[in-house]
């Protein structure tokens, strides 16, 4: 049987994703370590407004999983034309909707960050206030920067968003140092060159993707060569990241309800899941920040920190939204099912052999921070506790969903996410924390609960089989 995809094609796309996640979290603890020269309440402000922030762009994050999975599947299909139509409606609607949320944020700031965190000290507030501000003029970029580089992904081509991830990287921490170390400037010296860095990657990836698609060659099947016009998947042996998708003439390009619905179909469930699931984390936040300064800051380095350790079953889920939705356009269920069963065993082995070496190291990787050794104490067992359960658990969680996503499935993850984070992580973290009396480490046991009830029931799902016949295109 020639399948879709070879060893070679996935490792192929999981690779450079591994590399831009890695740039991502790196420059995450860059941007920590830095601001941290400013003071713990400097610290604590942006980590306040990076969880409103990861919040809003779940919601564009959403839109553009929703892109990438009907563009996928119009691959798939071999419908290149279409997946071209639908990248276009994908990138007006983020762009839109990103200014007008932007627009609702700046009138709505005070009384936002009042009303979530308006026990915090005064000298954090002012800290929020400032970066909140930048961060809301640099949405818009930020939204179509991560449509774009889902519709690479769409095609099969990780490397682009890879590239750019480095020029982000450089742009930024270079900034950063600038503003802060040269000019001597507050929280701001971080936001200021995340806008330029977010920006600058959102343009160069909006040139390639008006280059317009020609004839590629996609797969060579065994025994044939198969070459098929503007990029409609064949089953072969090798495939090529080669440019199928075009936005040449956007900006002529009127709404189109059909496809937007289609977008929506995947983007509105995964949209209420993300957001619902970042809402609940923003709830969980404002517990930690009732223990203090510290639990705020030993909360912030933790999560960032915490991400090298899911990076591997990350990165593979979001290779699988490519490679099972292209399954499913070819009405190749059963070759979905085969890429779901090998790409969550690697995802399994690799989280086993990163996960070992960061916890034994996890004691020296807080300690960086420079916080107070109580701080580096809490920050240091919730790192544990996040590796531990996370090994185990993870990956059923969070690499798994992707797979149902990518097949049209994407209410059902919605309703079990929903379910599972308000009554369970949200629920248990008031519990371990106050009633256990465990402070702010119980929102991190919490979030274990949380993994283990999604992640059995979306088990159950990819067992059943349901999920294989949502037609989509």
């Not at 990248?87 to 609607?93: C, D, I, M, S, Y």
């Not at 990780?158 to 991830?165: A, C, K, L, P, Y």
């Not at 003439?249 to 309800?257: E, H, S, Y």
């Not at 544990?384 to 969903?401: K, N, R, V, Y």
Request: glycine share 10%; proline share 3%.
């Amino acid at each position: 049987m020639n399948h879709l995809f070879s060893k070679k094609d996935i490792w192929a796309l999981v690779w450079p994703l591994m590399i831009e996640q890695l740039l991502a979290i790196t420059l995450g603890i860059a941007d920590i370590i830095m601001v941290a020269t400013l003071g713990e309440s400097a610290v604590s402000g942006v980590s306040l407004v990076d969880s409103i922030f990861i919040f809003i762009n779940q919601l564009f994050a959403a839109l553009a999983t929703g892109g990438a999975v009907v563009c996928s599947q119009y691959i798939g299909k071999g419908s290149p034309d279409m997946a071209s139509k639908t990248a276009k409606q994908l990138l007006g609607t983020v762009f839109v909707s990103a200014v007008a949320v932007a627009v609702i944020g700046f009138v709505s700031m005070n009384g936002l960050l009042g009303a979530l965190f308006g026990n915090i000290e005064p000298a954090v507030m002012e800290n929020a206030r400032t970066y909140f501000f930048w961060m809301l003029i640099g949405l818009p970029s930020v939204a179509v920067y991560n449509a774009c580089a889902a519709l690479f992904r769409a095609q099969r081509n990780s490397r682009i968003s890879m590239f750019t991830g480095f020029v982000i990287n450089v742009l930024n921490i270079g900034g950063n140092a600038i503003m802060l170390y040269g000019l001597h400037s507050g929280v701001e010296g971080v936001a200021i060159p995340t806008f330029i860095a977010r920006t600058t990657a959102a343009m160069i990836l909006l040139v390639l993707l008006y280059k317009p698609a020609g004839a590629v060659r996609v797969g060579v099947s065994r025994g044939s060569e198969n070459s098929v016009a503007a990029g409609s998947v064949s089953s072969g042996s090798s495939s090529r990241a080669l440019q199928i998708i075009s936005i040449k003439g956007i900006l002529r390009t009127k709404p189109d309800a059909y496809l937007i619905k289609k977008i929506l179909q995947i983007g509105v469930p995964n949209g209420l899941e993300n957001s619902m699931f970042q809402l609940g984390k923003i709830l969980v936040i404002t517990l930690v920040a009732t223990f203090g300064t510290g639990a705020i800051a030993a909360n912030a380095a933790s999560n960032t920190i915490s991400a090298f350790e899911v990076l591997p079953a990350s990165s593979i889920g979001l290779a699988m939204l490519t490679v099972i939705g292209q399954c499913m356009g070819a009405k190749r269920p059963d070759e979905a099912v085969y890429y779901t069963k090998r790409m969550m065993a690697a995802a399994y082995i690799s989280m086993a052999a990163l996960n070992v070496p960061l916890l034994l190291s996890a004691r020296w990787l807080i300690g960086i921070y420079g916080m107070s050794p109580e701080t580096t104490e809490l920050g240091w067992r919730m790192l544990m506790c996040h590796g531990l359960t996370g090994i185990i658990f993870w990956p059923a969680s969070f690499t798994l969903p992707n797979a149902l996503r990518a097949a049209n499935d994407a209410r059902y993850t919605m309703i079990v996410s929903l379910i599972s984070m308000w009554t369970v992580r949200v629920g248990l973290s008031y519990v371990y924390a106050n009633t256990f009396g465990l402070g702010a480490f119980g929102v991190w046991v919490a979030m274990s609960t949380d993994w283990v009830f999604r992640g059995l029931f979306f088990v159950i799902r990819f067992k059943s089989g349901k999920w294989k016949n949502r037609q989509l295109v």
